[in-house]
């Protein structure tokens, strides 16, 4: 059985005011016992979020990291960093990090690469743009992404690892994907895997990102591969982001 995880991408958003806020916020709501909580804050309040949330059932994690280890790497920020600061999980390949700032498909390999040797769970951001749609490349796209991850890692390294498929056109526009379009592409990630190992193919949870929110996301978590959401926008008020988890 796979639990569905809501995860929080905070992006570049936050202060120590606002990270206490909701932290405490989340705190305060009884577990769920359908659905598990991850944030992912910026850097600077990744010990904040260790210090409140130790002990909790809400795990955190990072937005992006740097394949090396440590080094002459001005402004970069390593896995054993981020395993310093109790991440649990990192992300990995997230559109805005392909899009702004240049990340190929094998930078995004190296990086997941180097989370998982330093004993990380990296959540794979998948998903084509509008223009690849509506040409008809979703799957093409979304393969090619995964391609190179199994290419660097093997089908092994998806043993302790989450894939979200995020439809670039659905992030931060208001424009979710129905659920059939999801499931569907969810379905298509969930084969590749299987054709590999059934094993982990059946393990391996797949999150849907862009756009959920409060009354989009029981019908998305309803589908059989969507197993939870990355939720941006609605991730950053404790009561949208516990009002998302409760429709698991
Ligand atoms: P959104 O962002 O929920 O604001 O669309 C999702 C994401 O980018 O992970």
């Not at 690849?132 to 093409?140: I, K, P, Y």
């Not at 190992?197 to 029981?218: C, E, H």
Request: charged share 20%; hydrophobic share 45%.
């Amino acid at each position: 059985m796979r639990k569905i995880l809501v995860a929080g991408n905070w992006k570049m958003h936050g202060s120590k005011a606002m990270v206490n806020g909701l932290l405490k916020g989340l705190l305060a709501a009884p577990d769920s016992e359908r659905a598990e909580l991850a944030v992912f804050p910026p850097f600077p309040y990744l010990a904040l979020a260790q210090s409140l949330l130790s002990g909790s059932s809400i795990a955190w994690g990072a937005q992006t990291l740097n394949p090396v280890a440590q080094g002459a790497h001005t402004g970069e920020v390593s896995a054993p960093m981020l395993l310093d600061t109790g991440c649990r999980y990192v992300l990995v390949g997230h559109s805005e990090r392909r899009s702004l700032y240049g990340e190929s498909d094998a930078d995004v390999a190296e990086r997941f690469a180097a989370a998982l040797a330093a004993g990380l769970e990296p959540v794979l951001c998948v998903g084509e743009t509008l223009e690849e749609r509506e040409q008809g490349r979703t799957e093409q796209v979304v393969e090619r992404q995964l391609q190179a991850v199994l290419e660097r890692c093997g089908v092994d390294g998806f043993r302790r690892a989450i894939v979200a498929y995020e439809p670039v056109w659905a992030i931060g526009t208001g424009k979710t994907a129905t659920p059939d379009q999801a499931q569907a592409v969810h379905a298509f990630i969930r084969d590749k895997f299987a054709s590999r190992d059934d094993i982990i193919a059946g393990q391996l949870r797949i999150l849907y990102g862009g756009s959920v929110n409060g009354s989009n996301a029981a019908d998305l978590f309803a589908r059989e591969d969507i197993d939870g959401g990355l939720v941006g926008g609605a991730s950053l008020k404790a009561e949208d982001f516990l009002t998302i988890r409760d429709a698991a």
